[in-house]
């Protein structure tokens, strides 16, 4: 499993919201200029997460985004899965024949699910709020 840089600009976008959550609307200008991130990439990363439901989005004067939830109640691994799609390490293919004694060429399937089952344990435990850390957004670490 590879993450990609929409997976990863994903996340910061949850943190910089998480942390400057003052119940207003934050422009994405202002998530671009922390983040250094451009404006024009992070659109096609708030378009993603507001269609899967995890933020709010307001236009015009005042507008901006903002989280449908708590942080705490947002892991990592529904941001991924959001932006990335499967996060197997290898195709599900590989992990499905568990157990078939003629697949020879799937002798690693229960290895590979049982690292995909790790991944995703883990994923499950991390929650943006623990990202986020609670220094309320005075160091903008850039990640």
């Known amino acids: 499993m590879k993450v990609s840089t929409r997976g990863r600009y994903a996340i910061k976008v949850m943190i910089d919201l998480a942390e400057h959550d003052y119940g207003e609307f934050i422009p994405l200008s ?3 200029k922390r983040q250094e991130i451009s ?3 992070l659109e096609a990363i708030v378009s993603t997460l507001s269609k899967a439901g995890f933020l709010q989005s307001l236009r015009g004067k005042g507008g901006g985004y903002k989280l449908n939830r708590k942080p705490e109640e947002y892991t990592v691994r529904e ?9 197997a390490p290898v195709a599900d293919e590989e992990m499905t024949s568990v157990g078939n004694p003629h697949a020879s060429a799937f002798r690693t399937a229960e290895m590979w699910k049982g690292l995909y089952d ?8 991390v929650t943006i709020a623990d990202l986020a850390g ?3 957004g005075q160091y903008d670490f850039v990640i």
């Open 30 to 32: 202002d998530i671009a």
């Open 134 to 136: 609670e220094d309320g």
């Open 39 to 41: 404006e024009k990439y």
């Open 118 to 125: 790790a991944i995703l344990k883990y994923l499950d435990s």
């Open 79 to 87: 941001v991924l899965e959001a932006t990335e799609g499967s996060l």
